[in-house]
């Protein structure tokens, strides 16, 4: 039983708390509600902001880009190389994207659709002139990654998704055989309903033989609530990037990567699947310096879920991104206090205004339950207190139980 544990800046008994330290662990970012192409003023905001050394920090990162609704011809290509240039030339690593959140597998929402897309991207792809050296692949090969946000909505099924998949799957393969200027490789964000369906179904092997990296979007209080920021599940509930992260883990391949997205924005009405864009932690009631507080609220919860991990699940994220920010404007607005050119307000909207709702509960080390610093008899005796609930779940199997208290043991001593 015994877990990598990797050291987590917390405050303890005390109230002193550890100097910040670089994770171990890389993060990146989306950007499909802004396309910071065709203007080099927001194109060098846009880079500025990647490329900051502020915390949580996408320097070096894998920066998934919307772009399929831009090259759909010739006129367009010289946008997208600027674009390529400039992301490439500052260490970014690329994804372009094609997006459809409503996929229902009928006309209009279909494979042929996503097909015809992804298509574009790969004709540009055949022809793209940008010295890459950034974003090459094995053998020092310029590749760019191919990104589907395709979730399938009502008659679509898991099957149909990876269908699909296999379809898109059989292009890149047909482009890279071609020996264009720039291979592809593909990767796929899939919801928490998405992953159960293809991990319940058996279909996650066949998913794997189409991507070469999944991004679960996994939520971190998300299977806490019974519904929109209206209290907490009254039986006990797993954390979300456990339950989520570790099921995505434990199913990719050698060689293939997956990864967690993490939604910051405030203009959602779905706050419970939030997990850091609530006004209570955006704009903290308590706190006289806010962006501390949220920026510090994120990285612990980064951290925290990264030890919940074990080091086999851990290998599996992908090198340059294992948590992704959703999206620029709002990872803008969170961490910095600045919306980039394009964007609404930095304010709440809608249910997510409230103050209090929606704001999970951060653990500490695993065992340490009372976040003393130590693993000892007063952790044991609370663990002991809280036996059938969920609060202090550290084998995340959603219940406190015998195992929680053997891995107590297991832990014992002075948290690194």
């Known amino acids: 039983m015994n877990h990598l544990l990797v050291s987590v800046c917390v405050a303890i008994a005390s ?59 010739s006129a367009l290509y010289t946008d997208l190389d600027a674009y390529l240039t400039a992301v490439d030339g500052a260490g970014l690593h690329v994804s372009l994207n094609y997006g459809d959140d409503d996929w229902t597998n009928a006309s209009g929402h279909d494979t042929a659709s996503v097909s015809d897309n992804v298509q574009n991207l790969l004709t540009y792809l055949a022809q793209c002139p940008v010295p890459l050296s950034t974003n090459v692949g094995s053998g020092g090969t310029p590749t760019i990654d191919i990104n589907l946000d395709v979730e399938p909505k009502g008659a679509a099924t898991a099957s149909d998704w990876v269908a699909m998949a296999a379809a898109v799957r059989d292009l890149i393969t047909t482009h890279n055989a071609s020996s264009p200027n720039v291979h592809a490789t593909l990767s796929g964000f899939i919801n928490t309903n998405l992953l159960d369906e293809l991990d319940t179904g058996n279909l996650l092997p066949q998913a794997w033989q189409q991507f070469d990296s999944l991004i679960v979007m996994a939520y971190r209080n998300l299977p806490c609530f019974t519904a929109q920021c209206s209290g907490t599940d009254s039986m006990p509930c797993a954390d979300g990037f456990a339950l989520a992260g570790s099921t995505l883990a434990a199913a990719t391949p050698a060689g293939k990567h997956c990864a967690i997205a993490l939604e910051l924005g405030l203009d959602v009405g779905s706050c419970n ?144």
């Open 15 to 73: 109230g002193a708390a550890c100097a910040a330290s670089p994770p171990p662990y890389s993060v990146g970012m989306m950007n499909w509600l802004e396309q910071p192409i065709t203007s080099s003023v927001d194109r060098a905001g846009f880079i500025q902001c990647c490329t900051s050394s502020s915390l949580p920090s996408v320097a070096g990162g894998w920066i998934i880009q919307e772009a399929a609704g831009v090259v759909q011809g």
């Open 273 to 416: 699947k939030i997990s850091f864009g609530t006004t209570g932690i955006y704009e903290h009631p308590g706190s006289s310096d806010p962006t501390a507080y949220r920026t510090g609220f994120l990285r612990t919860a980064m951290q925290q879920g990264w030890n919940l991990m074990t080091p086999s699940e851990q290998s599996k994220f992908h090198p340059h991104g294992a948590y992704i920010m959703h999206s620029y404007q709002w990872f803008s607005c969170f961490r910095d206090g600045i919306q980039p050119t394009g964007g609404g307000a930095c304010q709440p909207a809608g249910a997510c205004d409230d103050t209090t709702a929606c704001i999970p509960t951060l653990s500490t080390h695993l065992g340490d339950v009372n976040g003393d610093g130590t693993i000892d008899e007063a952790d044991l005796e609370l663990l002991e207190s809280m036996l059938g609930t969920c609060s202090g779940d550290i084998d995340r199997d959603g219940t406190i139980g015998v195992l929680d208290l053997l891995e107590l043991i297991d832990r014992w001593g002075t948290c690194p």
